[in-house]
């Protein structure tokens, strides 16, 4: 952890200055103690980790949520950086015994990726389980933060003015003469002169794009404002701070009174033609910033992905983001992908938790994300007997396989962000009740799950059994750097379990 000095210091002649801002790193699952910060950092951190907390049990949760005391605070598996309102911050970095950089990176483009594949309402879902506090209201940021940076570019960079020209005929020249005009308009009899002016109109299509741009963002991020006040919200954290921050933004570029006189005119052109956007290109062929500005805008009208932006907000971005639920989406991206190579295209939910559906000739498969299946025979048969068996949570997902003849098999599956040494009894035995819950049996009348790990041994896969009900757990080290291992062993256990399901 680096630690800064004081948050003020005296300067000459007995003023008070402000010292640079301090941010403090620290690792994933460390305590942070009240003693490192200033009284409001602390206070504001203490609101921010209340709500975390608080969203997490609300959307998905969450065994690991952050809590805190007036001493400490543990943030579990949240990474990424935070701002305070003094302009201090923090920096929560993740494990590279877990996870090196390239993996890191990986798994946030897959899951980016994957999202922007699925479409746009399946996006926002996504985004709100991978950052529960902001979720979807990031794109909304991404676009605001990018108009912002081309705004200050272009207003630095030269955009040639229009250069209008006007004919008038009229007794007396009123511009330069064009005298083959007018000496043919006179062989007519009209004693009249042709004549010519030319003006530079500074009021471009690039200036007018730009201000109905900037007018749409306040009304998006006006939108925002509302929804966060709706959903009890706080301005005094970091991510409703940059709603307000960057709303004052676009408003100040739209305050002068040339801008104001423009703004109608700017919403009677159709900027969503491609005439007219071609128009801006040429008119601005000085300006690269305007060129992103038009990709921006027609991505902004048409609801599309900056993929980019995305891959940045899963790894940086507004807010902190509890990185185990980052694995936890790309191993069940993973899942996915090695089923769809098996059995072919699935029907994807448009929000999360939901099902993916593979339907097929002889039955279907359904992939429940964070949705508990219906209990398991052997459940039923217990609570038939007055015997209660529930481990009170549920498993990251399930799988079912089922064929027309009635026969279904039941796979639990859990993704653990965790090495396999950190992986305690205590771990497996609730895995185990997942599996009494919600299983149902493959062959030789047995229970199976799959549990997913980042362990860096080379021995990727692991069997763990118990008799009694019979129970078979695969642990799989499940992770990019052994990704075409581990999609071999998933493969040639999905395989197994549909040719049970066959005969």
């Not at 209990?375 to 027309?404: C, Y």
């Amino acid at each position: 952890m680096k630690l800064g000095s004081s948050n003020k210091a005296a300067g000459l002649h007995g003023k008070v200055m402000k010292s640079s801002p301090v941010w403090k790193e620290y690792m994933e699952y460390t305590k942070i103690s009240r003693e490192d910060f200033i009284e409001d950092d602390w206070e504001e951190l203490s609101v921010y980790t209340e709500l975390l907390a608080e969203c997490c049990q609300e959307y998905y949760g969450l065994e690991e949520r952050p809590i805190g005391t007036d001493r400490e605070i543990e943030l579990e598996s949240f990474i990424g950086s935070y701002k305070f309102d003094s302009g201090n911050g923090i920096v929560i970095k993740y494990n590279k015994d877990k996870l090196s950089e390239k993996d890191f990176s990986d798994i946030a483009r897959k899951i980016a990726e994957w999202g922007a594949m699925l479409g746009s309402p399946f996006l926002k879902a996504l985004l709100k389980i991978c950052s529960p506090l902001t979720g979807e209201y990031e794109i909304a940021l991404a676009y605001s933060d990018l108009l912002r940076r081309y705004t200050e570019t272009a207003l630095s960079e030269y955009v040639p003015p229009i250069i209008e020209k006007r004919r008038y005929i009229a007794p007396i020249p009123l511009g330069k003469i064009l005298v083959p005009n007018t000496i043919s308009l006179m062989s007519t009899g009209q004693m009249q002169c042709v004549s010519q002016r030319v003006r530079a109109n500074v009021v471009s299509l690039p200036w007018l794009l730009l201000i109905r741009f900037h007018s749409e963002m306040v009304r998006e991020l006006a939108s925002l404002e509302k929804t966060f006040e709706r959903d009890g919200e706080l301005p005094s954290i970091q991510p409703t701070r940059a709603i307000y921050r960057n709303k004052a933004y676009h408003r100040s570029f739209l305050a002068s009174e040339f801008q104001q006189k423009l703004l109608a005119l700017a919403y009677e052109i159709d900027f969503r033609s491609s005439d007219i956007l071609e128009k801006i290109r040429k008119q601005a062929s000085t300006s690269p910033s305007i060129f992103d500005t038009i990709v921006l805008w027609e991505a902004f009208i048409g609801r599309r992905t900056l993929l980019s932006k995305v891959i940045d907000d899963l790894m940086a971005g507004y807010a902190l983001k509890p990185v185990c639920k980052l694995y936890e989406l790309w191993c069940l991206r993973t899942v996915l992908k090695v089923l769809k190579e098996l059995l072919g295209e699935y029907n994807a939910p448009n929000r999360l938790p939901g099902c993916f559906v593979f339907q097929l000739m002889e039955g279907k498969v359904e992939v429940l994300y964070n949705i508990p299946p219906k209990e398991s025979m052997i459940v039923k048969k217990l609570r038939h007997r007055g015997l209660g068996v529930s481990a009170g949570r549920r498993p990251d997902f399930t799988i079912s396989f089922t064929v027309p003849s009635g026969r279904k098999v039941t796979i639990v599956s859990d993704a653990k962000y965790r090495l396999r040494e950190g992986i305690g009894d205590d771990d497996l035995f609730r895995f185990f009740w997942y599996m009494v819950d919600y299983a149902e049996f493959s062959g030789e009348d047995r229970l199976e799950g799959l549990f997913f790990h980042v362990s860096n041994s080379g021995d990727i896969y692991q069997k763990v059994e118990r008799e009694k009900p019979k129970i078979a757990i695969h642990l799989v080290s499940l992770k990019p750097e052994n990704i075409f291992k581990a999609e071999e062993v998933l493969k040639e256990f999905f395989s197994g379990v549909i040719e049970y399901c066959k005969h």
